[in-house]
């Protein structure tokens, strides 16, 4: 599906000198001389690869769209995860390349998607939010509950998350996967 250079959104996969490309930043730049144009960052998803180009409104790209398939994570093995199809039961093993930071929040038996694009896997798609078990975190100092402060905090698979001060090691936690960070006590 072709769309105007300027219509390039953070996430969106697009074909670009012959790869898959996925746009991780932009920014709407109008200089003063000349017209205005989008400088996007791109990552390759075959080799990990950047790139920054310019796109302008006049030009034609190319979005590739993608399949979205519900899988479950079964485990790991070294920096390889196993995935099965829910609906085919078809099992896919992906490098931890694949997956990114984000692998750390993978646990057995969770629902996840996988974005495909000509029956080959591209990326992983977590929920958005994880319950983790604190594991470490630092007693509170009297007196330091009146401001909105934070302490650091280890949850049980070894992430580090900002914690509010009325948070005890072992208490069950939602974290947001997307930027790591504390968002409410577990029900």
Same mark, same amino acid.
């Given at each position: 599906m072709k769309i105007d250079g300027n219509a390039v959104r953070p996430g969106n996969v697009i074909e670009h000198k012959g790869g898959l490309w996925r746009a991780v930043k932009i920014q709407h730049t109008?200089?003063?001389?000349?017209?205005?144009?989008?400088?996007?960052?791109?990552?390759?998803?075959?080799?990990?690869?950047?790139?920054?180009?310019r796109f302008r409104s006049s030009e034609k790209v190319e979005k590739v769209r993608l399949e979205q398939r519900?899988?479950?994570?079964?485990?790991?093995?070294?920096?390889?995860?196993?995935? !099965? *199809?829910?609906?085919?039961y078809e099992q896919i093993a992906l490098p931890q390349d694949d997956i990114g930071?984000?692998?750390v929040f993978l646990r057995d038996g969770m629902a996840v998607q996988l974005e495909m694009y000509d029956g080959a896997p591209l990326g992983v798609h977590l929920p958005e939010q994880v319950e983790l078990t604190v594991a470490e975190t630092e007693p509170v100092v009297k007196g330091q509950t009146a401001s909105s402060?934070?302490?650091?905090?280890? !949850? *049980?698979?070894?992430?580090?998350?900002?914690?509010?001060p009325f948070v005890n090691e072992g208490d069950?936690?939602?974290?947001?996967?997307?930027?790591?960070?504390?968002?409410?006590?577990a029900d």
């Open positions: 109008q200089p003063g001389k000349g017209g205005a144009y989008l400088q996007v960052e791109l990552k390759n998803l075959r080799d990990g690869s950047k790139l920054n180009e519900d899988y479950q994570f079964l485990f790991h093995e070294g920096d390889m995860f196993t995935f !099965m *199809d829910i609906e085919s930071e984000q692998a402060s934070y302490k650091p905090a280890r !949850m *049980d698979n070894g992430v580090r998350v900002m914690v509010p069950r936690i939602v974290v947001a996967t997307e930027d790591t960070s504390y968002v409410k006590r």
